[in-house]
């Protein structure tokens, strides 16, 4: 079941992927900082860079999987290795919520991205970094969005 739910997310990204161009770029979107930067450029430009670096383990319980762009954002995708059950199991074991894990999850995302020099300069120009998180049985757990440090 699992190798199904992958499989059909894989389709989904790939077949997401394939509908975006450089014909869909919206050059108000694109050129809308005070620089005139092609945001939707420097985008490629990250997942260019990033690409050929994935799969990535970020840690023994998180792998970057994939980076993919639409207009001035950058995708990441993300796999934490476990599953939502085991996720609550365990913060009930520490007395914590799904809200207060939700919440420490934005705060670490926000501040990784805005820690690293590339990806802050990326996004105080005007552009954006959105983290998909998904359990490794494909369910999606969080979508993170950074437009601002």
């Known amino acids: 079941m699992r190798t199904i739910i992958l499989t059909i997310n894989i389709f989904f990204i790939f077949c997401f992927n394939l509908t975006i161009s ?3 770029e ?3 979107i694109c050129f809308d900082n005070v620089m005139k930067y092609n945001m939707c450029e420097k985008a490629r430009n990250l997942q260019e860079e990033l690409a050929p670096q994935l799969p990535q383990h970020l840690s023994k319980t998180l792998i970057l999987r994939s980076v993919s762009t639409y207009n001035n954002i950058v995708i ?3 796999l934490l290795l476990y599953n939502r059950e085991y996720l609550e199991e365990t913060l009930k074991t520490y007395n914590r919520t799904m ?18 020099p590339f990806t802050n300069t990326f996004v105080v120009l005007g552009g954006e970094i959105m983290f998909n998180y998904n ?3 494909g369910e999606s757990y969080l979508q993170i969005e950074v437009n601002e440090c």
Do not use: E, G
Not at 99 to 111: E, G, L, R, V, Y
């Open 22 to 24: 450089d014909a869909s």
């Open 26 to 28: 919206d050059p108000m």
């Open 76 to 78: 990441l995708n993300a």
């Open 99 to 116: 809200s207060s894990i939700n919440a420490q999850m934005n705060d670490m995302t926000k501040k990784t991205v805005c820690s690293l």
């Open 135 to 137: 359990f490794q049985d």
